[in-house]
């Protein structure tokens, strides 16, 4: 595994692109980022104090019904990272790790497909270490402002590094969601509604209950106020 530590890129999924073709697996971390970037086309906040890392991992047989575990790796070394200083973040479905209702950390995972199977995935990871979140006060958090004293950045970056390579099972992903068997605001098509969240199928499908009736939901049909 290569780790590459740069003081500023634009985007470090970006970045590791120009490896697409390597074939051997790489970590890349910024300091910041100038054109940080989020889920559905939106931007992301990379100013320094923040980690902002991307993984790209080669695959030999990886079924791409299975991709969602990726997304679940990271949510939970994010979430391991977090606990490792006492805090107690939840995952926010399908993958936000949020911290007493704000968010700590997003995730944006690009993966390459080959078939029906997955060649490579590049996972990105922003989360908040002591940068300066006044501009998204109301909406986001950072470690050190959970846990009432500053976490060096360095020692955060240390820790996710080492958290993501370490094997995770769905079981740990699950434990770290909290709003199961709640109720939920369901946003589909310009529709809102009230369900109760049931359960997260391995394909990372969401099952809800809407008026007597279960029904499946994917990321990216919906969004959802928990
Ligand atoms: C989201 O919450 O919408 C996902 C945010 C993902 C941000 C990370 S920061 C490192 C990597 N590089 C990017 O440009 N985005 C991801």
Known sequence: ?????????????????????????????AK?????RGTKGR??????GGVYLSALTFYRDFPARDAFLI???AAVAVCKTAEAFGL??????????????KKL??????????????????VGIGLNVCNDLRELKSIAVS????AGRTIPCEKARELLVENLQNEVSFDDYLERVRFLGREVMVTERGENYRAKAVKICADGR?????????ILLSAAEISLKI
């Open 32 to 36: 910041r980022q100038t054109g940080g």
């Open 105 to 122: 950390a997003g995730i944006l995972v690009e993966n390459s497909l080959d078939g029906d199977r997955v060649k490579s995935s590049i």
């Open 71 to 73: 997304m679940a790796r």
């Open 88 to 101: 107690s973040p939840e995952i926010k479905w399908p993958n936000d790790v949020y911290l007493s209702g």
């Open 1 to 29: 595994m290569v780790i590459e530590y740069l003081d500023e890129t634009d985007s470090t999924n970006e970045y590791l692109k120009r490896y697409l073709s390597s074939g051997e697996d790489r970590i890349v971390v």
């Open 206 to 214: 969401l099952e809800i209950e809407r008026e007597g009736v279960n």
């Open 43 to 48: 931007s992301f906040l990379s100013n320094e």
């Open 143 to 146: 470690l050190s402002e959970a």
